[in-house]
């Protein structure tokens, strides 16, 4: 799955409330795993970059998938004190 579509279906996830939640512990634990690999995947990337402008486009969307990882992590040990 593609980054961006891994942040619009972790988002939906973190809209829901109560019950449906709670089904959906799962998903959310898959979709938290695909994140992990896509950040350590931008941070090999990053790593390895020359270009200076590409380096700044990859460290914004690393931020972005650690900030939307954290949320889900988040989340997801909500669901389990639930």
Known sequence: MKRKKLLNKLAGFLDM????????HDELEA???KL??????LEKELEQEKDVHKKKRLGKELEIVR???AKGEKALRELEVL
């Open 31 to 33: 979709i938290l795993i």
């Open 17 to 24: 409330k109560g019950r449906k939640q709670r089904k959906h």
């Open 36 to 41: 992990w690999k896509k950040k350590v995947d």
């Open 67 to 69: 900030a939307q990882y």
